[in-house]
């Protein structure tokens, strides 16, 4: 399920699996790709029940995509950016 609410101005996030689960995920993580190419993405989680299958749907829809993808398993918000370029 993808429900339009989980687009936030500077994040995607809503409660699972009510307004997101891993097909809103895994469609996520191929729009993302496709929209803006990037040749690799990083992908953190955080310690919710949910994470490890939510972030491998993004990451399966993003290497279905054609990006490489660099699973940084559980971090913190600040380990995600400081893997991320620029």
């Given at each position: 399920?993808?429900?339009?609410?989980?687009?936030?101005?500077?994040?995607?996030?809503?409660?699972?699996?009510?307004?997101?689960?891993?097909?809103?995920?895994?469609?996520?993580?191929?729009?993302?790709?496709?929209?803006?190419?990037?040749?690799?993405?990083?992908?953190?989680?955080?310690?919710?029940?949910?994470?490890p299958s939510m972030a491998d749907a993004v990451m399966r829809g993003a290497a279905d995509s054609g990006a490489e993808v660099l699973d940084l398993g559980l971090v913190g918000t600040e380990m995600t950016s400081a893997a991320t370029p620029g």
């Open positions: 399920m993808l429900d339009p609410k989980v687009f936030k101005a500077y994040d995607i996030r809503g409660i699972y699996p009510d307004e997101l689960d891993e097909a809103g995920a895994y469609a996520i993580g191929r729009a993302y790709v496709d929209e803006f190419e990037p040749r690799t993405i990083a992908v953190g989680r955080d310690m919710r029940l949910s994470s």
